[in-house]
């Protein structure tokens, strides 16, 4: 199994063995990445669907970048540049430094029962969505 390139602030190892324990590591924001935590409802508003493929083909044409989904909590996470200045919007929220993020493993890009996370889009090297293109994402969720 591959490390994923936006867990670079852990070692490999250690990556790998929360992977193996839990199919998910706890990474810390705001070195390799920064990421924006929206309301699952939120990004079904703004995609105009509940359907998720019409939802995978909108984030990916909209966001550019990795985001995944936490199906316990509601929420949606899309990963941004670290440092970016944080995006205020209603229901939103910033997770820079001093936060950690669950990274489920690169190859979970599809809900399952044993599984509370997965990819959406999955990371690819390290590219990661433009802050204003979540910014625009969240506009249209409130038109």
Same mark, same amino acid.
């Given at each position: 199994?591959n490390?994923?390139?936006?867990?670079?602030?852990?070692?490999a190892?250690?990556?790998?063995?929360?992977?193996?324990?839990?199919?998910?590591?706890?990474?810390?924001?705001?070195?390799?990445?920064?990421?924006?935590?929206?309301?699952?409802?939120?990004?079904?508003?703004?995609?105009?669907?509940?359907?998720?493929?019409?939802?995978?083909?909108?984030?990916?044409?909209? +966001?550019?970048? @990795?985001? #995944? %989904?936490?199906? /316990? *909590? &509601? =929420?949606?996470?899309?990963? $941004?540049? !670290?440092?970016?200045p944080?995006?205020?919007?209603?229901?939103?929220?910033?997770?820079?430094t001093?936060?950690?993020?669950? +990274?489920?493993? @690169?190859? #979970? %890009?599809?809900? /399952? *029962? &044993? =599984?509370?996370?997965?990819? $959406?889009i !999955?990371?690819?090297?390290?590219?990661?969505?433009?802050?204003?293109?979540?910014?625009?994402?969240l506009?249209?969720?409130?038109?």
């Amino acid at each position: 199994m591959n490390v994923h390139p936006l867990a670079a602030v852990l070692s490999a190892r250690e990556v790998q063995e929360q992977w193996l324990r839990r199919s998910i590591a706890l990474v810390p924001c705001g070195h390799a990445f920064a990421a924006v935590r929206m309301p699952t409802n939120l990004v079904h508003t703004a995609a105009r669907t509940r359907e998720p493929e019409q939802i995978r083909i909108y984030l990916t044409h909209t +966001l550019h970048g @990795p985001v #995944l %989904t936490d199906r /316990t *909590t &509601h =929420h949606h996470y899309a990963l $941004i540049p !670290p440092h970016t200045p944080p995006i205020n919007h209603p229901h939103t929220r910033y997770l820079g430094t001093n936060t950690y993020l669950g +990274l489920p493993r @690169p190859d #979970l %890009t599809h809900p /399952t *029962t &044993h =599984h509370r996370c997965h990819w $959406i889009i !999955p990371p690819n090297s390290q590219q990661l969505c433009p802050p204003q293109a979540v910014t625009a994402l969240l506009r249209r969720a409130v038109r």
